[in-house]
């Protein structure tokens, strides 16, 4: 079976899918879709991962995949945030810097010095949980007037864990290419 075309890799391609829609549906300011588009595309995102492991069909292709749908999901919901005015842009400049950085690091260190393996750390994965959550609140104040308190708090969470794993992936990649080059 062409590796595309297997069930987890299916359902990431189904998280691509449906950004667009979302993005739609947050720019004409209905929220209550947007937020139900959400919650099943990250249904997709938990989805696939437990299929490809317990069916046994992990391939190359969506373990590039799967983090390409994820951060292209969470650019565009808080580019779409920070125009409508539902979060402050100084988080979406965190957000979205972020994961720049960690991209352009990746590059540097696989086109210079030949490093392949760039995985996620704790402090990454606290980081985009964190994120994750904030959008789902964020979403759930617009649609449903959910505690625009606890959201403030989850922003500057958000922002704080995320300023942290940045430096924390600076470092670790300072060190990887370092360790190379000797």
Known sequence: MHALLSLPNLLTCARLALTPFIVFKLMANDCTRAFWLILLAGSTDAADGYIARRIGQETRVGAYLDPIADKFL???????????????????????GRDVMILTLAG?????????????????KL????????????????????????????????????IWSG?????????????VSH
């Open 108 to 124: 540097a260190g696989l086109f210079w010095k030949g490093v392949r393996d760039f995985p996620p750390t704790v402090w990454g």
């Open 127 to 162: 980081s985009t949980m964190l994120q994750i959550g904030t959008s789902l609140g964020i979403i759930a104040e617009c649609a449903f007037g959910f505690n625009p308190e606890l959201i403030e708090v989850l922003i500057y969470a958000t922002a704080g864990a995320t």
């Open 74 to 96: 969470m650019t565009a919901l808080y580019l779409c945030f920070g125009i409508a005015g539902l979060a402050p842009w100084w988080l979406v400049s965190l957000v979205i």
């Open 167 to 179: 430096f924390h992936y600076l470092n670790r990649a300072v060190r990887s290419m370092a360790s």
